[in-house]
T-cell receptor, first 114, second 115 residues
Framework: AQKVTQAQTEISVVEKEDVTLDCVYE???????LFWYKQPPSGELVFLIR??????QNEISGRYSWNFQKSTSSFNFTITASQVVDSAVYFC???????????FGTGTSLTVIP | DAGVTQSPTHLIKTRGQHVTLRCSPI?????VSWYQQVLGQGPQFIFQ???????GRGNFPDRFSARQFPNYSSELNVNALLLGDSALYLC??????????????FGPGTRLTVT
């Protein structure tokens, strides 16, 4: 079973629009960690955020914000006032306390049109 | 400080050949993980090594093997290459085994093409 689902394959927005990338996860562990990574065309995965399962506070970092809701097993990512440089593939990932690996979603390709 | 480095950047091999990919973790990091990312998909976990021991293995055939050296660098070996092994191979380093101690830092990857 897919542990991380990113239903949006591709999204296009016009510059300065807000955009939300969805992530739904599945785990039986009570302790787990959620991540978002950005993958620009160069290929290197860039860490954006890490959240543990006991911290449901939403977080804001500049134009980025994350909404973690355990009740719906979702960890959504919003970019406010998008910019062309935000164009990339974004991956949501899950790691379980008992495990040693990340489970990645299939990614959402975001294109910001100038 | 240098990030995670991988070599080579690109590689073209023929079916049936073998390949060795290399990874140097961030200084001070003792754990290295390998991932395969097929075009259009998310990375898939292959191995994790910590202190030169295998700590985790994903659902990959025995043609895939890896090892970690005393300086914590790592090699990923793939034997009897198949066309389906064409992918971006990513290496990630972290301070310790398990992902609960922090994020994994990824290298730029090695793009392997099998013809």
């Amino acid at each position: 079973a897919q542990k991380v689902t990113q239903a949006q394959t591709e999204i296009s927005v016009v510059e300065k629009e807000d955009v939300t990338l969805d992530c739904v996860y599945e785990t039986r562990d009570t302790t787990y960690y959620l991540f978002w990574y950005k993958q620009p065309p160069s290929g290197e995965l860039v860490f954006l955020i890490r959240r543990n399962s006991f911290d449901e506070q939403n977080e804001i970092s500049g134009r980025y914000s994350w909404n973690f809701q355990k009740s719906t097993s979702s960890f959504n990512f919003t970019i406010t006032a998008s910019q062309v440089v935000d164009s990339a593939v974004y991956f949501c990932a899950l790691s379980e306390h008992t495990g040693n690996q990340f489970y990645f979603g299939t990614g959402t390709s975001l294109t910001v049109i100038p | 400080d240098a990030g995670v480095t991988q070599s080579p950047t690109h590689l073209i091999k023929t079916r049936g050949q073998h390949v060795t990919l290399r990874c140097s973790p961030i200084s001070g990091h003792k754990s290295v993980s390998w991932y395969q990312q097929v075009l259009g998909q998310g990375p898939q976990f292959i191995f994790q090594y910590y202190e030169k021991e295998e700590r985790g293995r994903g659902n990959f055939p025995d043609r895939f093997s890896a090892r970690q050296f005393p300086n914590y660098s790592s090699e990923l070996n793939v034997n009897a290459l198949l066309l389906g092994d064409s992918a971006l191979y990513l290496c990630a380093s972290s301070l310790s085994a398990g992902t609960n101690n922090g994020e994994q830092y990824f290298g730029p990857g090695t793009r392997l093409t099998v013809t």
